[in-house]
């Protein structure tokens, strides 16, 4: 979860489990919860928390997160933090345990590659090409505005 008004820890993480309700709907809840729903039957307990003890044992930050017991409530995560866990997506399914993530995560690529061909009209000058070329596409660009230099140096034309 990301959280842009706070600065210094910008995502969140929590930790679910899923469970049935009376009518058999399959619902995602914090996984204090499985601490009472499991609570007089130890074996359960143990067998359900069997595989986050394997994440411990792999990824650093699950095992910091357990042994301070945050791993039962909301976490604030630093950018870093927050990475560091995205990056271990794939070692904690290894170990039994579904994690939910955005898509674009998920994929081997994530980013797009293109090739564009721009044919210059010298008259116009290649930074209203550039910014012509941005306003006509939906792709995220910031909205500063580009430097003669910086756009000769994007396009490899050097200082002209």
Known sequence: MENEEDKECPFAFL????????MGRVLHVPLKNALIEYKGERGQLLKFLSCLNKV?????????FMDSG???????????EAYEL?????????CGITCRVPNWWRRQYS???MDV?????????????????????DL??????????YINTLFGLGDE
């Open 56 to 64: 411990a044992e792999k990824v650093n930050l699950i095992a910091d």
């Open 140 to 149: 995220p660009h910031s909205k500063r505005v580009m430097s003669d230099s």
């Open 111 to 113: 980013s797009i590659n």
């Open 15 to 22: 930790a679910t489990y899923a469970t049935k309700d009376k």
């Open 86 to 94: 995205l990056k271990s997506v794939l070692v904690i399914e290894e």
């Open 70 to 80: 945050e791993i039962y409530h909301p976490i604030r995560l630093t950018s870093s």
């Open 117 to 137: 061909k721009i044919d210059i009209d010298k008259a116009i000058g290649i930074k209203d090409h550039v910014e012509a070329m941005l306003e006509k596409t």
